[in-house]
């Protein structure tokens, strides 16, 4: 039984590129929270979507951040023109989204902005 | 909205005990523990959910203390393994059910020592 499954592992960009980050959640799982760590702190929350629904986007910037989780496939957290500050490993977690269901915690994407 | 956490950071000898806080200035539904070891996921201990439970899992228990908004995370006989960061994520309570996203605190630094 498969976990949550996020790729890549690490990934490296130059200023003003583009990361796209993956997401597949636990099978049954339709709730998918992503969450940024940078080096010794804590798990900041960005965003919190069901399938095709953005639940709660309120931690994450207006700008040039995105995330969506389609109906078919993972979901995807997109940085567009980052920047050095965006460096952090971003974790997806995901839940049956019942009210006492834990989250389960992929393995991270260790983004690194050159 | 954050949690906070206490203490920020605890060495034990083996065999040792702790307690590590988490409270909240608003409403909690459910509080959870998780751990994380040195650039590892996240992993999840326990749910406690409001009504004032206490829970175990081998030598480590919580409780949620609903009057004061706060849980305690307690560590006994504390092994080599349990060294990590624990970090206690609050869902609020919202019109009587809870918001749905998870909100963590900074996290308490555990370091057990032989």
């Known amino acids: 039984n498969a976990g949550v499954m996020q790729n890549p592992r690490h990934l490296v960009r130059r200023r003003g590129q583009e990361a796209r980050l993956r997401c597949s959640p636990m099978?049954?799982?339709?709730?998918v929270y992503w969450y940024r760590q940078l080096p010794e702190e804590g798990l900041k929350f960005m965003v919190y979507?069901?399938?095709?629904?953005?639940?709660?986007e309120s931690g994450m910037p207006k700008e040039r951040f995105s995330a969506e989780f389609p109906k078919e496939g993972p979901s995807i957290l997109r940085i567009q023109q980052v920047v050095r500050g965006d460096s952090a490993a971003y974790f997806c977690?995901?839940?049956?989204?019942?009210?006492?269901?834990?989250?389960?915690f992929g393995n991270g994407t260790r983004l690194t902005v050159t | 909205q954050q949690p906070v956490q206490s203490p920020q950071a605890v060495i034990l000898r083996e065999g040792e005990d702790a307690v590590i806080n988490c409270s909240s200035s608003?409403?909690?539904?459910?509080v959870h523990w998780y751990r994380q070891k040195h650039g590892e996921a996240p992993v999840f201990l326990m749910i406690?959910?409001?009504?004032?439970e206490q829970k175990g899992h081998e030598k480590i228990s919580a409780s949620f203390n609903e009057k004061k908004q706060q849980s305690s995370l307690y560590l006994t006989a504390s092994q080599l393994s349990y060294s990590g960061t624990y970090f206690c994520?609050?869902?609020?309570?919202?019109?009587?059910?809870?918001?749905?996203?998870?909100?963590f605190g900074k996290g308490t630094k555990l370091s057990v020592k032989p």
């Open positions: 977690a995901s839940s049956l989204g019942t009210d006492n269901s834990p989250l389960h």
């Open positions: 099978k049954g799982h339709s709730h």
């Open positions: 979507l069901q399938k095709e629904n953005i639940i709660d």
């Open positions: 608003k409403a909690l539904y459910s």
């Open positions: 406690l959910l409001k009504g004032g």
């Open positions: 994520g609050a869902k609020f309570l919202n019109y009587g059910g809870s918001q749905g996203n998870l909100i």
